[in-house]
């Protein structure tokens, strides 16, 4: 079992699932920073100073050391937007990605050009029509 496993984790289709995993970590966190902190301030600030991440609606208000009970559709809209710019993204990735591999692919080679068996027997056969 030990040996199948070590084939397995060994194969690079699974090491680049891995790094791709990593990678897009690590870029969910710089758009949801471009989101957060470059983005959604100016769009805030267009619209009276809002801040996004702090929209709510409250549905019970706090009550001693009871917290309040928020819908926080502010931060709800920060994600989508994040959700958004990464969906972009990956598509703009995947159409350069895409593009380099057709260019990369080698074009079919044309047919062959028939044989001398085969250029002997459309003879024949086209002695045979004749008749």
Do not use: H, Q, W
């Not at 710089?30 to 809002?50: C, E, F, K, T």
């Not at 995947?94 to 591999?101: A, F, H, I, T």
Request: aromatic fraction near 6%.
């Amino acid at each position: 079992m030990i040996k199948e496993f070590k084939e397995f984790a060994s194969k690079g289709s699974v090491i680049d699932l891995a790094v791709g995993v990593i990678i897009g970590g690590a870029i969910g966190k710089v758009v949801s920073s471009l989101v957060d902190d470059v983005i959604m301030p100016p769009i805030g600030m267009l619209m009276s100073g809002v801040d996004f991440s702090d929209l709510s609606l409250t549905l019970k208000a706090a009550v001693g050391e009871e917290p309040a009970v928020l819908i926080r559709y502010g931060a709800f809209l920060n994600t989508v937007i994040t959700f958004l710019i990464v969906a972009v993204c990956i598509f703009m990735l995947l159409k350069v990605v895409n593009g380099m591999r057709k260019r990369n692919e080698t074009p079919p080679a044309p047919p062959a050009g028939p044989t001398k068996e085969e250029v002997l027997l459309t003879e024949i056969r086209d002695a045979l029509r004749a008749k």
